[in-house]
């Protein structure tokens, strides 16, 4: 039975749904290939690629999923005390044990993008080969602990946009790994998501405030009840979910009954689907 979503992909003619507990459904078919929830998840052209982390047994795990194939139950968490990590994903193309917990993972045309805590942010192709890693951000002796912590990678055509939590950033080649320019925000925040709409981004910060920034600039400030949980360009404005509020950046809000978890298109509309499972209007009126 599939608990709460978590993530929503579609894919040529599929639908892919992630629950809080590491269910995956592909059109109907439901099973759990990780012994943990997951933690990150992307789709690409190969498949679907995600990570999972155990805490309490420091292990961390990445693979990529063959939706094209059924997709298949892997190991309990009971099986993985027993086995310490030393076991491949059930049903992946590939999976491979990572020494640090991930923090963030982005995906590009043919390439994905992570950054692991205390180690490094990377680069491997679709086939899990590694293209580049460098160094991730140093924290100035001034800085507030962590504030230098990844938080965010928005993968453009050519490059990587990788985001810290106190607002600063780096475009990073996403073909060499060379840094290209840095900047921050320059304002005081604590960045928990980044949505990218092309060049455009919206940024939302712990205590509420989101801003949309262009051209190395704040074009909109506003102050939320929460944090972002979704944001898509529609081409005019930023449509937002944040808790049980439905909002255009630059208009209105309205509430809605359950908590949003993702934004999706639905019979040529914006909608919403919730935690309970349930596609409703985006700005129902």
Known sequence: MMGAPWKVFFKDDKNIIIDVDGNIDVDGHVARPFPCSITNAEICNSGLIATWVDHDLRLARMAMLDIDESIKNGITKSDLRLMRNTTDVAGSKWSHAIDAEPLCMSVGENKIFFALWSRGIYCIDFEATEKWRIPLFENPDKSPPRAKEITAISVLDDYAIVWSRDGTFKKINSESGDLEFEGSIEVECDLESVFNYGEKFLLSSKDGWVWEYENQQITVARKLRGTIQDAIFDGEDWRIICW??????????????ELGVQIIMNNGAWSVMDNQGQISPHMKE
């Open 244 to 257: 049980r509020d439905d909002i255009m950046l630059r208009g209105e809000s309205s509430r809605r009954a």
